[in-house]
Every structure is written in C-alpha cells, then in structure tokens.
C-alpha cells in the first residue's frame, strides 16, 4: 500500500557556524551553533511510501537521482521510529541553486525527515483516520540531523540553537520576533561547490592545528549572538556572526590540504562592506562551505546593500526575512 506526504521547508543560516563533528553518534556537533531559517528559499519534498516493495529506496532532487547512501541514515530511521518497512520513492525541489553554499541540504533534509515521518506514521496505524498523526518536531529534528547536521535548525521556524552533543536543534524566538531583520543573499557564483561541506569539516578537524581553539572559542558567540537576537541589536549580532565565520575559515585555510572556498567576487564583496558600515551602513555578511555572501542586515538598510553588491552577484539578489519551520500535508487527510 502506498502513503504520500508533502512538506515544505526552508533553509537554516548559521550567524553563528557548526564545523566539526562529535564522536558518538551521526552528526552530533562539536560546537553550539545559532540561526535563522529563510523564508524566501525553500525546498518541497514529495515521499511515497510503498509498504509492499522491497527495491531500494530512491531518491531524486531537481530531476536528478541522488547516491541513496546519504539517505539512509535517516529513512532507516524513520523506519525505525515508525515501526514499518518499505520503500521510499522521494521527490525533492530547491527554489534555489542546490550544494551551491546557500544550505540547501538543511531544508532538503528537514523537508525529507517531516515528509517521509508523516508518510510512516501513517502507514504505522490504522486507514480509517481523518487526521495525519502528528509528528513531534523534535523527533523531525534528530531525525533530520541524520541527513544533514544544519537540517536539525531548518526544522524550526525564526531563530533557532543547536547546542554541542545535542541530539535536536530548539527554538529561541518565533519568525515574527524581529520583523526588520533581513538577509541579503548574494549568490556569486552557479553551480555546485568543488568539495561537500561534509569532508571540508572531516578534514579541519583531523589536520587543522586551529580545530582545538575553534571549538574552545564557539560557545562565547553562541552566547553573544543568543542574547544579542534576543535585544534586536544588529550591530552585536553581526560583529559575532563575522567573527563566526571568519574564525571557521580560519580552520579550513589552515587544513592539510587547505580548503579554499572563497572567490574574487567573494573577497570584494567583505571589503565593500567594510566600507558600507565606515559610511554607517549597518551590513554584515556571512558565509559557509561555499563562495555565496550573505549579508544580515536590517530592511531599511536593503537598498543600500543590494546597491553596493549587486553587479558581483551571477544570478538573482534574493532578500530574506526570517521564515517558519517546517510543514507537512497526506492527502486523503485533513491539514
Ligand atoms: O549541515 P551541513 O553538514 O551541510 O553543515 C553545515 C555547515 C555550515 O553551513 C558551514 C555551517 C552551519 O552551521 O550551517
């Protein structure tokens, strides 16, 4: 028998960075980490479930097949929570470019876990229901964070901390804490990026000599950035988010071999900004395993920055404000 679900979610922006993993368990982070989830970006993911095939599960992202090995950590689990066997028939859409930098996989995996857990918690119980059964978000999330680690924020909607060791990302303030907020993405280059977020963190943290002060250093800018979310102030957040980023590439560029993700484009547009704030512009940019900046900044200050950026960007300039968690729909049952 088959059963199908829907979900939508969107992706989480580290302010402040997870890099590098805790032995123990699959992705289980080193560090804390504190984000946003996007709501202007988003990735949809279709599941079907047929309880009566055994053929290996398959899994397909913007009309192309996928290697099922980094899925199956987390279908098995959802195997396993729901107590049901079967394959899994996946449908995933980005709205924008995939393993590009822009954390895609955290919105493809959040989007991945709800979907597939609804699809077998229906198969788990009985066919005469009106309502899909719920599925707890914090088991969407430890879940999720076996697809990918940042997956476990995209769960949750506005801002969002995932603590080191910890097995679930949790919410600290809604989407509508900070209306003003806004990220400016910038997308300086198309296509995929030359290595996975996933072996640049293995290899930081096997060779890097930094590796051991990052992880001494992360917990104070979770902190920073926790209450400087909490009391709107842009300026503490993105001076932490600077340090954040700058300190995790710190351990890539210090790897044996180095990992370099960084562009011209990418390098111009940090010391565009530096020159925005000295003109009292309040712009600070980010960025993870991947080329793309993104600015967090306030809605008043959007023009200035899309004015500043816009000719290093080889795609369109996209302006996000803090977005909801993930949701999830099973035909044949009420929303
Ligand atoms: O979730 P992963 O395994 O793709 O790792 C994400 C790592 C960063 O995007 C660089 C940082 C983060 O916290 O999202």
């Known amino acids: 028998m088959e059963h199908r679900c829907r979900s939508v979610a969107h992706p989480s922006l580290a302010v402040v960075k997870y890099w590098g993993k805790r032995d123990g368990g699959i992705n289980l982070p080193a560090v804390p980490s504190v984000a946003v989830t996007l709501a202007e970006l988003q990735s949809t993911c279709d599941v079907v479930l047929d309880t009566g095939s055994s053929r290996p ?12 090995v980094h899925f199956e950590p987390l279908l098995d689990a959802v195997r396993a929570a729901a107590g049901v066997s079967g394959r899994f028939a996946v449908h995933g859409h980005n709205s924008f470019p995939t393993a590009a930098g822009l954390a895609s996989s955290s919105s493809g995996m959040a989007a991945l876990a709800a979907a597939a857990l609804g699809a077998a918690f ?20 430890r879940i999720a964070r076996l697809g990918s680690g940042s997956a476990a924020r995209a769960v949750y909607g506005g801002f969002t901390r995932w603590d080191a060791g910890a097995e679930t990302a949790r919410r600290i303030h809604d ?3 900070w209306p003003e907020f806004r990220v400016v993405v910038v997308p300086v280059v198309r296509g995929k990026k030359p290595i996975s977020s996933r072996t640049a963190m293995e290899r ?50 210090s790897a044996d071999p180095p990992v370099q ?9 940090q010391i565009r900004l530096a020159a925005l704030r000295n003109g009292g512009v309040a712009a600070w940019e980010t960025m993870d395993a991947g080329p793309q900046i993104k600015v967090l900044t306030s809605q008043e200050a959007v023009p200035a920055v899309i004015d500043a950026l816009q000719d ?20 044949g049952h009420a929303p």
């Open 57 to 68: 599960d398959r899994i397909v992202v913007n009309d192309e097949d996928q290697e099922p």
């Open 122 to 141: 229906d198969a788990s119980l009985s066919a005469d229901r009106a309502v899909s059964p719920p599925v707890d978000r914090a088991v969407i999330s």
């Open 175 to 177: 989407e509508a804490w």
């Open 204 to 253: 930081t943290r096997r060779t890097s000599p930094y590796y051991d002060a990052w992880i001494a250093d992360a917990p104070l800018l979770a902190d920073v950035a926790e209450n400087a979310i909490g009391n709107r102030d842009l300026r503490r957040l993105g001076e932490t988010a600077r340090l954040s980023y700058l300190r995790m590439f710190a351990t890539m560029f």
């Open 261 to 269: 993700y960084w562009l011209p484009a990418s390098v111009e547009a």
């Open 312 to 331: 290093l960007s080889d795609g369109n300039v996209l302006v996000c404000s803090p977005g909801p968690g993930v949701s999830v729909e099973c035909p």
